[in-house]
């Protein structure tokens, strides 16, 4: 189900300032949420043809690949975290840029070979079935388009449930092997890319 929001004015700036100081705290402990986005724009580009973004979250990503230019569909199940994405691109007037949609990465809507390009940026570690996502991310892609996946390392997880302990909560990680990803994509004939950026790995894979 596509997703339209429905903002106010007082809404949009606390969202926005809100951000801003998530971005500082992190920034703070070693995790620049901003560079590494644009160190994965960076070795993925150009994306040409269509884009699917899964877990849109709170909308880092989203954000970045709007305000590029770049026109996309990005999907999540949480209708608030597409709310507060969408928040944060009217407050960059790059929500025009952007389609959502109410859906299960692990259950896509979309038919076969989709989308020329399938990005996931730090959704992994909130997905159980995570094969089953592979699988679906796989089956919308088209032939010579590319897979990009992104998420925690060991640092970036440390750096994450510390700041979630400071303030009372926790952050549960599904097991994730960088390992078994890269190997899922490599056994359907992908030719993999790895890279390292603090706190993070990032796998960007071109299909056969």
């Not at 809404?11 to 971005?23: A, D, G, N, S």
């Not at 400071?166 to 899922?184: A, M, V």
């Amino acid at each position: 189900m596509e997703y339209i929001p429905k903002l106010t004015n007082e809404e949009i700036e606390e969202v926005h300032k809100h951000f801003e100081e998530r971005l500082a705290i992190y920034r703070n402990k070693g995790l620049d949420f901003e560079k590494y986005r644009k160190f994965i724009l960076d070795k993925v580009s150009p994306l040409d043809g269509n884009i699917l973004e899964l877990g849109t979250g709170t909308g880092y990503t989203t954000l970045l690949l709007a305000k590029e230019g770049y026109k996309f569909i990005s999907v999540d199940t949480d209708e608030e975290a597409l709310k507060t994405t969408a928040a944060r691109l009217t407050y960059d007037e790059a929500l025009a840029n952007v389609k959502f949609y109410i859906m299960d990465a692990t259950l896509l809507e979309f038919a076969d070979a989709s989308f020329n390009n399938v990005i996931a940026v730090n959704l992994l570690h909130h997905v159980t079935k995570i094969e089953k996502l592979l699988s679906e991310a796989d089956r919308v892609l088209c032939t010579k388009g590319k897979m990009v996946i992104s998420d925690f390392n060991e640092k970036g997880r440390e750096i994450i449930d510390a700041v979630h302990k400071e303030e009372g909560r926790s952050h549960d990680h599904p097991i994730l092997d960088e390992g078994q990803i890269r190997s899922f994509f490599e056994k359907k004939g992908y030719k993999i890319e790895e890279f390292e950026n603090a706190g993070h790995w990032i796998l960007i894979g071109k299909k056969a």
